[in-house]
């Protein structure tokens, strides 16, 4: 599976240009293309929801032309669409599904609508029934209540009043609000239960009064689509920022320290979302807010958890849930059952991965509550991510407790591809100094000094090849067994202290050094499948306030984004002469030549190897220590560190 590590973060600032709002752009699309007249599209969202939406109406006979910066030129067919036969599959696009069936319920013509299989788990059995009420024939294929669906040409007997439950998703009365204008009669839509996620259906009816149909409503429970609605291009509309999206850079400003800046929503929104900004100011957060930016800053004191309805803000209270990691008590989010329904069963996948970290966690059929921990947890398995794009993006702020694996990245694509360059662009992670070199060089020596002056972490690398070198001959496991191998280094047992190392309970300090375990370790170090398994466990040691890293690839595979890289090295002979004096000096018998021999034996090894070869990358210094002494070598990394720019 692929995953991203993410590195831990130490403090978040600046500002971020949002990608536009999913909800917005696959309205205003599906909008442009019933209405009369060409539409321009501007700051449209990029994402794999709205590319969904747009190859479906090309696919119903649209014209859309993408333009220069963009620019989305949608040109109306006026009425319903020209199309009348297809398989339209919508993927796992929600609002897509939803807003479209009703449409083609109304269009006349034979389709079939599809997406992929959790959005045949998810329900639509209430817009069905709202749009056979009106006459349209809609036939499941699968499961009754769920996609994919069959819709055949019917006679619409539109008007008078439709019902439609409100109570699983807003986004059915959404669907069938968008369609009755292609009626042309006045139709009246009650609301059956208590609608929930109202804000969205704000912007449904801003929306549609933009494209010149004016619904009036009584309260939120019956809605009148007036006779004679027909939609008319606006000409040019601009989509706002994702006011979703917003919550992942206010809750990383609110963690870590901000101010951090959010450009494309404000006050004068349209979306609901928005109102994530007055939850994360109930947990302590200071926000400020204009017309199009909103900005967060973290509280003096550290933020509070909080107990709060959010059934208005169902999307964004996801970051609520990892925001909580990093309040003070337990913060309790309440009335989101539709979270059960979306994209995944959310409720029980936060739940799942906040546990990973060390939270308490409890769950309902319409609640979580998290309960924070002091220290988090780094889970080697990763979090998973459900193909969920709002639980990758929620997981990522916490990464300002522990450095973090996210599995399966991509599925941000949904509405916010590039969110995790976005996400560098405006954080800070724990500074890692990296220094490799070939073996004997002294970069232990001086990696540890330099750890110690800075009162940084330190990682020895080496010594987990040791320690898997040594766990496998002690399990009667072969250095070239490959699987073997590997899966004794994904589970070493091995504790770091001080000077003091212990593999399953046993101290293993000197063990570990001896030339036996040099050899092994070189060898099993050659090893794909080993690197990739001690890989998490390496990147774990970057914490706050720093980490010194020695080894062979610490500036190029583990730690590529470290502020300062060294290659340290010295002659081959000044190499065995060091190696030589530190046998003698612990009363080891050693002549000179075997250990040169087998100096340039694990030189050619380790830099010859196919995965991560011992070499001078070209962003490390180079630090040549044949005729430099310890003290000499350690000022000058640390002469280096000063000078190195915080990598943003
Ligand atoms: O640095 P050392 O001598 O303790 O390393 C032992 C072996 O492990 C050495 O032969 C190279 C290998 N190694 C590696 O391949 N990658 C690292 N990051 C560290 C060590």
């Known amino acids: 599976m692929e995953f991203l590590d993410l590195p831990p973060l130490v403090s978040a600032c600046g500002t971020v240009r949002l990608p536009g709002s999913k909800s917005i752009s696959n309205r205003v699309l599906l909008l442009s293309a019933l209405a009369e007249g060409e539409t321009e599209v501007r700051d449209l969202l990029a994402s794999d929801d709205t590319h969904v939406m747009l190859e479906a109406l090309k696919q119903l006979g649209v014209g859309i032309r993408h333009e220069a910066d963009g620019v989305v030129r949608v040109l109306g067919v006026g009425g319903t ?129 933009r494209f010149g149909v004016a619904v009036t409503r009584n309260g939120w429970q019956s809605f009148v689509v007036p006779a004679g609605s027909r939609y008319v291009s606006p000409g040019v509309v601009y989509v706002e920022g994702d006011a979703s999206s917003a919550s992942y850079f206010l809750a990383l400003g609110a963690i870590g320290g901000g101010p951090l800046r959010v450009e494309g929503v404000g006050r004068g929104s349209i979306q609901g979302d928005v109102r994530f900004a007055e939850a994360l100011a109930q947990m302590g957060a200071v926000i400020e807010m204009g017309d199009n930016w909103i900005e967060a800053k973290a509280p003096q004191g550290g933020l509070k958890g909080i107990d709060l309805d959010c059934n208005h803000i169902p999307d964004a209270a996801m970051t609520l849930a990892t925001t909580a990691l990093f309040a003070n008590g337990p913060t309790t989010l309440r009335n989101i059952a539709s979270w059960r329904v979306k994209e995944t069963d959310r409720i029980a996948a936060m739940a799942r991965e906040l546990r990973k970290l060390g939270a308490l966690v409890e769950e309902g059929a319409d609640f979580i509550r998290v309960t924070p921990v002091a220290k988090l947890a780094s889970p080697a398995e990763g979090i998973d991510t459900y193909d969920d794009h709002r639980v990758a993006m929620c997981f990522s702020l916490a990464a300002f407790g522990t450095p973090l694996r996210i599995n399966d990245p991509k599925c941000v694509g949904k509405t916010f591809p590039d969110y995790f360059e976005r996400l560098a662009t405006v954080t800070l992670p724990v500074p890692v100094i990296a220094i490799d070199g070939p073996s004997a060089s002294g970069k232990g020596t001086v990696a540890a000094r330099v750890a110690e002056t800075l009162g940084w972490h330190y990682l020895d690398s080496g010594a987990l090849y040791r320690l898997t070198a040594l766990a496998a001959r002690r399990a009667g496991v072969a250095w070239d067994n490959e699987p073997a191998v590997a899966a004794i280094a994904a589970k070493l047992d091995v504790v770091f202290s001080g000077s003091s190392i212990l593999l399953a309970g046993e101290e293993v300090g000197e063990a570990i050094r001896s030339e036996e375990m040099s050899s092994g370790a070189s060898k099993v170090a050659a090893l794909p499948a080993v690197r990739e398994a001690l890989l998490f466990r390496q990147r774990v040691f970057r914490q706050a306030p720093g980490l010194v890293a020695d080894g062979r690839d610490m500036g190029s595979v583990v730690f590529p984004d470290a502020g300062t890289k060294v290659f340290l090295t010295a002659s081959v002979e000044i190499r065995a002469d060091r190696r030589y004096k530190q046998l003698i000096a612990k009363g080891i018998e050693a002549t000179i030549s075997p250990i040169l021999q087998d100096l340039r034996e694990r030189d050619e090894r380790d830099s010859t190897r196919s995965v991560a070869p011992l070499q001078q990358n070209a962003d490390a210094e180079l630090l040549d220590t044949s005729a430099l002494t310890i003290v000499d070598a350690v000022a000058q990394v640390l002469g280096w560190a000063r000078k190195a720019p915080q990598k943003r």
């Open 81 to 209: 669409f020209p199309v009348k036969t297809g398989d339209i599959c919508l993927g796992n696009a929600g609002t897509a599904v939803r807003s479209l069936t009703a449409a083609l319920a109304l269009a006349g013509g034979h389709y079939k609508v599809s997406g992929v299989a959790r959005m045949h788990e998810r329900p639509i059995g209430d817009l069905v029934n709202g749009l056979r009420e009106i006459g349209a024939d809609v036939i499941y294929l699968g499961n009754a209540g769920f996609p994919p669906l069959e819709i055949r040409p019917a006679s619409i007997r539109a008007g008078g009043v439709v019902q439609v439950r409100g109570d699983v998703s807003s986004q059915f009365l959404t669907g069938l609000l968008m369609a009755l204008p292609m009626t042309g009669v006045e139709t009246t839509v009650e609301v059956v239960g208590e609608l929930i996620s109202k804000p969205y259906i704000e912007i449904t009816l801003a929306i549609m009064a």
